[in-house]
């Protein structure tokens, strides 16, 4: 069964640390992953998108790594601002019948002063 | 460019009861995806509209339907409400078709927040 498992849950860090946030999936075959930032009420914001052969992107203070052969892929936030605070979505694209999304279930982190 | 606009953005229902919701999409584009969101679990795939047609259907009953206008604007609706349809539904917009397989971005609205009592 095609699954994105992400960890830790949830994670509190002080403003200015660096974290990293860890996806695993069983997806295969895979087309992309996608990290995306949602605030809350608010819907998803796309941070990065890598295809299997691409092993890292960034995006300001945002870094994606992806290895594609042990199926796990990080967001990195460095130097932490009170406005990161949001979930985490991790999202991987399969090639199957159906062509469909497999969204984790988040990582909420929340920045303190 | 004004995004993603969903309507309403709250609402609250009793059991067995009707709701449709509205989504316009950003300017241009004619792809159209409705998902469900519920605590602790990840968006989960409802259906993908593309000029007006039905592109893809995800494992949902048949109580939840959907069109779209040629405007690219979509409504969605769940007859006979249960308790566990409770949930934030998002609506996302992309320039094409098949934004679930390729490299398009999606662009999502802020949701309607689903209450069922």
């Known amino acids: 069964k095609n699954q994105v498992e992400q960890s830790p849950q949830s994670l509190i860090i002080l403003e200015g640390k660096n974290c990293t946030l860890q996806c695993n999936y069983t997806v295969s075959p895979f087309s992309n992953l996608r990290w995306y930032k949602q605030d809350t009420g608010r819907g998803p914001v796309s941070l990065t998108i890598?295809?299997?052969s691409e092993n890292t992107k960034s995006n300001g203070r945002y870094t994606a790594t992806l290895d594609a052969d042990t199926k796990q892929s990080s967001l990195h936030i460095t130097a932490s601002q009170l406005s990161d605070s949001a979930s985490y979505i991790c999202v991987v694209s399969g090639v199957d019948s159906n062509y469909q999304l497999i969204w984790g279930a988040g990582t909420k982190l929340i920045i303190k002063p | 460019k004004a995004g993603v606009t969903q309507t309403p953005r709250y609402l609250i229902k009793t059991r067995g009861q009707q709701v449709t919701l509205s989504c316009s999409p950003i300017?241009?584009?004619?792809?159209v995806s409705w998902y469900q969101q519920t605590p602790g679990q990840g968006l989960q795939f409802l259906f993908e509209?593309?000029?007006?047609?039905?592109?893809n259907k995800g494992n949902f009953p048949g109580r939840f339907s959907g069109r779209q206008f040629s405007n690219s604007r979509s409504e969605m609706n769940v007859s006979t409400l249960e308790l566990g349809d409770s949930a934030l539904y998002l609506c996302a917009s992309s320039p094409t078709a098949g934004a679930l397989s390729s490299y398009n971005e999606q662009f999502f609205g802020p949701g309607t927040r689903l209450t069922v009592l």
């Open positions: 890598m295809t299997f």
């Open positions: 509209y593309f000029s007006e047609t039905q592109r």
């Open positions: 300017s241009g584009h004619r792809s």
